[in-house]
């Protein structure tokens, strides 16, 4: 019985490669689903062989850790160098998003704060 050993449901593409590869370098069968149309189906990677879990997925958590570190790793280094982007600059990148998000928390702000506002009129 297959059993489901790695969602891919907001997975970065070289993470979902990088465990596929993974899972063929050890050996272990599998098959690939996808989120569907819409979107709601369970997107990952299932394991064929149910009694193979407990090893593939320590594998895949061995796996994981390393990567968390490197990126981890990584994002130091750009910080210590003054290269991390930072949210202003992701903004700036984007001004007309920025733009539409800061009205929507406004447009929100004034919903919320209108009935005391009110109040004493």
């Known amino acids: 019985m297959s059993v489901l050993i790695f969602r891919l449901n907001g997975v970065d593409d070289d993470e979902a490669a990088d465990v596929r590869q993974l899972l063929d370098d050890n050996g272990f069968p599998y098959h690939e689903t996808g989120a569907g149309f819409l979107g709601l189906g369970t997107a990952g990677l299932w394991l064929l062989q149910a009694e193979h879990k407990r090893e593939a997925r320590a594998l895949i958590d061995a796996y994981q850790q390393q990567r968390a570190a490197r ?15 930072t949210a202003w600059q992701r903004a700036l990148q984007h001004p007309f998003r920025t733009a539409f998000h800061l009205a929507g928390i406004a447009a929100i702000l004034y919903l919320m704060l209108v009935p005391f506002l009110t109040l004493g009129r």
């Open 71 to 85: 990126l981890s790793a990584e994002y130091r280094a750009l910080c210590d160098a003054g290269r991390a982007e």
